[in-house]
């Protein structure tokens, strides 16, 4: 299947800034990565502020459905937040890239206030959607010693973009399945604390 120019631009950057951060590449190195010239990608976008704008965009829509499936595909709090952890994971590639918010988060100076703001409502996102699991861990007791919700989900955010930037350090994955060890030993363990 062929991509769109647009399409293929927004993959090329969106991976581009996850690996390197949004100041680590230019329209120049799209151009070449999509076969273009650079003149070409300033139609699409017509600043690096309206690519990062769009690409902030796409990959919140894209988040809030793999959070709808996680949501739709696990019954229980211990099974979405393991979905959710493992989502996570995968983005790091390895220790490869990061996830396109923490990506964006380190380069914050170069960004315009409006893609502040979609990073903004990005994590007001995505604190609900983990809000969410912790309130299902509490009722079905599957997440362990859960007490005040919205406290775990913006506790939990912290240490999955704080993971992701250890793991990309390192280059390895290591890192972020360390610090996610004592967050995945609650799934699963309150019905076991009743035993």
Known sequence: MIRDTKTAL????????????????????LAEAVGIRKASIHYHFPSKADLSAAMMDRYHAVLESECRKIETTYNTGSDQLLALIQLYRDALNNGKTLCLCVALISSRESLPADVIKKLKAFHTMMTKKIEAIFELGMQDRSIAHVSTPRAEAHAALALLEGAHLTARAAEEIQPFDEAMSLLKIRCHGAAQDQQ
């Open 10 to 29: 927004l993959d090329v950057a969106e991976h581009a800034a996850r690996a390197r951060g949004f100041d680590g590449f230019s329209y120049a190195d």
